[in-house]
């Protein structure tokens, strides 16, 4: 008789508590005119669909860009100043791929769940995301998750050199359900923008929604450091 096929064993990660000003900053009333921006986004005509549109991996519609460069640059000189860091920039994605530096994702309720991971090392040191629904409850922010053992034990939150992704780090791109435990939620709250190190495991808390107008509209940010 053979045995059941054995559980992937994965990698523990080193965890680090995600705390504000060293792991993640928050902005509130992060841009002049978030309304105008809202309404400029939700007039856009140019969508590419995801999933379940089209069969993509990633869900919901996506356009770029959310911001003009004057908007963008009031953005980028507050994450230099409390990142500490001089030089930010959108790193060029491999030949094929797109990039979602600057882009709009609108997501409704059903069409994903929340969805640990980390963003590329290779195109990202941090990570943001500007909230850009009024009407989208506070539990549909971001949150950050740390590794769940079979044993129950906590593990770790964080991918670091030399690997790249959570897929390289953990050593298995198949995870069994209830691998990671949500750890820290950031709310959901219209205008704030969360920049985050982009090596922490974090989604959505959740999507909301039906109607473009109602769903979860969100900018999302890359920059390499
Ligand atoms: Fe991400």
């Known amino acids: 008789m053979s045995m059941p096929p054995a559980a992937p064993r994965l990698a523990i990660l080193p965890y680090r508590k995600p705390t504000e000003g060293r792991d993640y900053w928050v902005l509130d009333n992060a841009l002049a005119n978030a309304e105008a921006v809202r309404a400029r986004c939700l007039a856009k005509t140019d969508w590419i669909e995801g999933y379940p549109h089209k069969p993509e991996s990633w869900p919901g519609l996506r356009a770029i860009p959310a911001l003009e460069p004057d908007e963008l640059a009031s953005i980028e000189a507050w994450v230099r100043k409390v990142t500490e860091t001089k030089k930010l920039w959108a790193e060029a994605v491999p030949d094929g791929a797109h990039s979602n530096h600057n882009c709009v994702q609108v997501v409704g309720e059903g069409e994903c ?17 500007l909230y850009l ?3 989208v409850p506070d539990d549909c922010g971001t949150s ?17 050199p030399p ?25 959901h709250r219209f205008n704030r923008l969360l920049v985050y190190r982009a090596n922490l495991i974090h989604s959505a808390t959740a999507y909301w929604g039906h109607e473009l107008a109602e769903k979860r509209m969100a900018a999302v940010f890359f920059w390499m450091a």
């Open 144 to 160: 950050f998750y740390r590794q769940r053992l079979p044993n129950g034990q906590l593990g770790g939150n964080m991918v670091s």
């Open 113 to 129: 769940q929340s969805r640990p991971h980390t963003d590329s090392r290779k195109i990202c040191r941090y990570a943001a995301v």
């Open 133 to 135: 629904n009024p009407a």
């Open 163 to 187: 690997h790249n992704n959570l897929v390289e780090a953990l050593g298995a791109r198949f995870v069994p359900p209830n691998s990671f435990v949500e750890d820290l939620r950031i709310d």
